[in-house]
T-cell receptor, first 115, second 112 residues
Framework: GAGVSQTPSNKVTEKGKYVELRCDPI?????LYWYRQSLGQGPEFLIY????????DSGLPNDRFFAVRPEGSVSTLKIQRTERGDSAVYLC?????????????FGPGTRLTVL | GNSVTQMEGPVTLSEEAFLTINCTYT??????LFWYVQYPGEGLQLLLK?????DKGSNKGFEATYRKETTSFHLEKGSVQVSDSAVYFC???????????FGSGTQLTVLP
């Protein structure tokens, strides 16, 4: 498919466990974003990649959260020592260039539930 | 910092009614403004955008005008349909903060 894909679609884990969430952006899109959406809220920014590097990680809530994009395409969001408050839908988006004016295309999200 | 304040929902309308969803913003710098829509069971998708003052974004009968003087980007549609039932998010981005800053969303339900 031509859109942004995310895996898994659902992830249930226990408090304290480690999880990885994957994002496949649209081919050729250099900018990649991660957001987190809690129930009844708008998405909140976590981290932005331009190519392989994290251009802005100011939205990561603490050092349990980390993301990589080693080859400038697929990205993985990693959460260590998960807490119940981490439960949310994690959204990935990509855009042709990260200039703030280009449309961001969103994936379907990964629903994370921490028990 | 950047923020978006959006009309609280839920909003329930009858088919063919007029829709307005209010959105105001604060931004450091000169923002681009967006409306995104999330249909039931689907991902977020761009509905319309405007990148400079007085621009009007339009799509699928929806319109919004970038009003710099009132820092607003209200979404309007003259005649809503049942298929417009969704959650609508107002958002902005700036050159210095390229991520989107979203409002809290407005749930719209259109009844036949």
């Amino acid at each position: 498919g031509a859109g942004v894909s995310q895996t898994p679609s659902n992830k249930v884990t226990e408090k304290g466990k480690y999880v990885e969430l994957r994002c496949d952006p649209i081919s050729g899109h250099t900018a990649l974003y991660w957001y987190r959406q809690s129930l009844g809220q708008g998405p909140e920014f976590l981290i932005y990649f331009q190519g392989t590097g994290a251009a802005d990680d100011s939205g990561l809530p603490n050092d349990r959260f980390f993301a990589v994009r080693p080859e400038g395409s697929v990205s993985t969001l990693k959460i260590q020592r998960t807490e119940r408050g981490d439960s949310a839908v994690y959204l990935c988006a990509s855009s042709l260039a990260g200039d703030g004016r280009n449309e961001q295309f969103f994936g379907p999200g990964t629903r994370l539930t921490v028990l | 910092g950047n923020s978006v304040t959006q009309m609280e929902g839920p909003v329930t309308l009858s088919e063919e009614a007029f829709l307005t969803i209010n959105c105001t913003y604060t931004a450091t710098g000169y923002p681009s403004l967006f409306w995104y829509v999330q249909y039931p069971g689907e991902g977020l998708q761009l509905l319309l955008k405007a990148t400079k003052a007085d621009d009007k974004g339009s799509n699928k009968g929806f319109e919004a005008t970038y009003r710099k003087e009132t820092t607003s980007f209200h979404l309007e549609k003259g005649s809503v349909q049942v298929s417009d039932s969704a959650v609508y998010f107002c958002a902005l981005s700036t050159g210095s903060a390229r991520q989107l800053t979203f409002g809290s969303g407005t749930q719209l339900t259109v009844l036949p």
